[in-house]
């Protein structure tokens, strides 16, 4: 089955500067890779998804990048604001299955 | 107008009882997920169905009995209470099961005394 991996468990960064998170899946199938981000006590929330058939997307101050012959995918979040503080799970997806990486705790400092 | 909405929120219990989750979705998805969220955070899938019918089956103790009515209905039941089954519980749906992202709703806290 597909193995998703997840780096850092935790990040800390100043306000303004910028954040990366990488990922990388072991299946060559998985053709969707979202990104969500959990509030403390929140549910998870798509910011933003990938699929297969594109190299890069962004949505402001997010950036989503994949590389799906080294099977490794990155967010990037530039400019942080102490509201970006999170937990963020990267996912891979695959014949209707969802596998989660084990989320990144990021914490942005005023 | 919640997309996905779960009920209870909260559910304190003892260890041993039965209770039941229930989740519903205004979306016209087809799609729906129970996921188990621990202490650590880990997200972790445990079934899925689409259009009623069962599609994802994960290795979960046979205490644990999904049942979709319809497509818009994902319950769960947990027979027999452990206390390693305390975690918080989201159930979301999606569009199709293939490259959609998932709407989840915002958790049941199941805590086992």
């Known amino acids: 089955g597909e193995n998703v991996e997840q780096h850092p468990s935790t990040l800390s960064v100043q306000e303004g500067d910028s954040a990366v998170i990488k990922c990388t899946y072991s299946d060559s199938a998985s053709n969707y890779f979202p990104w969500y981000k959990q509030e403390l006590g929140k549910r998870p929330q798509l910011i933003i998804d990938?699929?297969?058939?594109?190299g890069e997307k962004k949505d402001q101050r997010i950036a989503v990048t994949l590389n799906k012959t080294a099977k490794h995918f990155s967010l990037h979040i530039t400019e942080t604001q102490p509201e970006d503080s999170a937990v963020y799970f990267c996912a891979a997806k695959d014949a209707g299955k969802s596998t989660f990486g084990d989320g990144t705790t990021l914490t942005v400092k005023p | 107008d919640t997309a996905v909405s779960q009920t209870p929120k909260y559910l304190v219990t003892q260890m041993g009882n039965d209770k039941s989750i229930k989740c519903e979705q205004n979306l016209g998805h087809d799609t729906m997920y129970w996921y188990k969220q621990d202490s650590k955070k880990f997200l972790k899938i445990m079934f899925s169905?689409?259009?009623?019918?069962?599609?994802i089956n994960e290795t979960v103790p046979n205490r644990f009995s999904p049942k979709s009515p319809d497509k818009a209905h994902l319950n769960l039941h947990i027979n027999s209470l452990e206390l390693g089954d305390s975690a918080v519980y989201f159930c979301a749906s999606s569009r199709g099961s293939s490259n959609q992202p998932q709407h989840f709703g915002d958790g049941t806290r199941l805590s086992i005394l």
């Open positions: 169905y689409n259009n009623k019918e069962l599609i």
């Open positions: 990938i699929r297969s058939n594109v």
